[in-house]
C-alpha cells in the first residue's frame, strides 16, 4: 500500500520554527517529485514547496521563500520541511504529495498525498 505520512506539526509561537517530515512507502520515491501545500480553514489549498527526486532543484511559493526550506533523503523514503520564522498566516495543515510531470502535456499530476499535519502558530 501506498503511504504519506506527515508528522512534526504542532503549535509554535511567531518567529519559532519547525521541521515537518513525510515518510513515504509502497512506491518508488525516487522516480518522484516531492511537493508541499498548505490549507487554512475556509481558504484555498496553496502551494508551499517542491522538491526534484534527485533533490538538485527547488522552488517555493512566494510567502514563505526565505523562511522555509525543503530537502530529502531519499535513502530514506523521506522528505522534509524546515520552517523558520514563523508567522500566524502560516498555521494551516501541511500535506505532502508526490508529483510527475505529463511531458504530453507539461501537465504535473499529483499521484499521492498524505493525511496532514496541523501547524499553528501563535502571536
Known amino acids: 500500500q501506498v503511504h504519506l505520512v506527515e508528522s512534526g506539526g504542532g503549535l509554535v509561537q511567531a518567529g519559532g520554527s519547525l521541521r515537518l517530515s513525510c515518510a513515504a512507502s509502497?512506491?518508488?520515491?525516487?522516480?518522484?517529485?516531492m511537493d508541499w501545500f498548505r490549507q487554512a480553514p475556509g481558504k484555498e489549498r496553496s502551494f508551499v514547496g517542491a522538491i526534484s527526486w534527485s533533490g538538485g532543484s527547488t522552488g517555493y511559493g512566494r510567502s514563505v521563500k526565505g523562511r522555509f526550506t525543503i530537502f530529502r533523503d531519499n535513502s530514506k523514503n523521506t522528505v522534509y520541511l524546515q520552517m523558520n520564522s514563523l508567522k500566524p498566516d502560516d498555521t494551516a495543515v501541511y500535506y505532502c504529495?508526490?508529483?510527475?510531470?505529463?511531458?504530453?502535456?507539461?501537465?504535473?499530476?499529483?499521484?499521492?498525498w498524505g493525511q496532514g499535519t496541523q501547524v499553528t502558530v501563535s502571536s
Open positions: 504529495a508526490a508529483s510527475r510531470v505529463t511531458y504530453s502535456t507539461n501537465e504535473r499530476q499529483y499521484d499521492y
Open positions: 509502497g512506491f518508488s520515491f525516487k522516480s518522484f517529485s
